[in-house]
């Protein structure tokens, strides 16, 4: 599995209960597609949205979000990067 990063803007700004939409409507199809739903960023003013998801490859979440009616702005392959923050200061 890999890890896929979904950038979203929204214009009107995303409110709550869009985000609750989006997710009942967003989660059948990510089942569907053997994608596991592992983290989601909302901006402060609710205008841009980053998803990371578990998925087999970027082309199934792209399925999934346009199945849901979920626009998106790109999805791309990501890696974790973890660095000791002592490391950078020093």
Not at 19 to 48: F, T
Not at 55 to 74: C, G, K, M, Q
Request: charged share 30%.
């Amino acid at each position: 599995m890999k890890y896929l990063i979904v950038e979203h803007s929204f214009d009107p700004p995303l409110k709550e209960e869009d985000l609750n939409n989006i997710s009942e409507r967003l989660g059948p199809c990510l089942e569907q597609h053997k994608i596991k739903a592992m983290r989601s960023y909302v901006s402060d003013d609710g205008s841009r949205m980053l998803c990371v998801f578990e998925a087999p490859d970027a082309e199934s979440v792209r399925i999934a979000h346009r199945t849901a009616n979920v626009d998106f702005d790109s999805v791309w392959v990501g890696e974790a990067f973890i660095k000791n923050l002592e490391e950078i200061t020093e």
